[in-house]
């Protein structure tokens, strides 16, 4: 099994999306639906934001940020199964993911929010280095801080 970090593209997205992980389904329905979900997609291409795991070259997991205001940017993630079967690989590999975009936006602070309904949802992001700032309706919020 190979894998590797590209450039994010619409085509990427695209795959994810017609065959998403449970998870990603789970989140992309809370919130409104695929259309909802890749408008933020596509903001964060338009701002060249957003990167694809490959894994044996087809798309398994897509991260992306755009700027918010300030200091502070939205991050978003889409995966298809084969990306949670990675387990701890998977996680040490996003955790470095998230360190590279904070190493390359100095000072920002990420913000993430989740519609998940997944109990272990909180525990995932505490792994990746977010902190828990609260809950508006049925959305938690995380942050990443610099």
Not at 35 to 62: N, W
Not at 95 to 115: I, K, N, Q, Y
Not at 132 to 143: A, I, L, P, S
Request: hydrophobic share 40%; charged share 20%; glycine share 8%.
């Amino acid at each position: 099994m190979t894998s590797e970090v590209v450039k994010g593209t619409l085509d990427h997205a695209a795959a994810i999306l017609a065959d998403p992980s449970a998870i990603t389904r789970s989140e992309m329905n809370n919130i409104g639906g695929d259309r909802v979900f890749l408008a933020g997609i596509c903001d964060s291409m338009k701002s060249g934001e957003a990167e694809t795991l490959l894994i044996d070259g087809i798309p398994a997991a897509q991260w992306g940020s755009r700027p918010v205001s300030g200091s502070l940017r939205s991050m978003w993630f889409a995966a298809r199964e084969p990306f949670f079967t990675l387990g701890a690989k998977g996680v040490l590999f996003s955790r470095r993911h998230v360190r590279s975009l904070s190493a390359r936006h100095p000072g920002a602070t990420f913000e993430c929010r989740s519609w998940s309904t997944h109990p272990d949802a909180p525990k995932w992001f505490a792994c990746l280095g977010f902190q828990y700032v609260e809950t508006v309706g049925k959305c938690r919020v995380f942050r990443y801080f610099p």
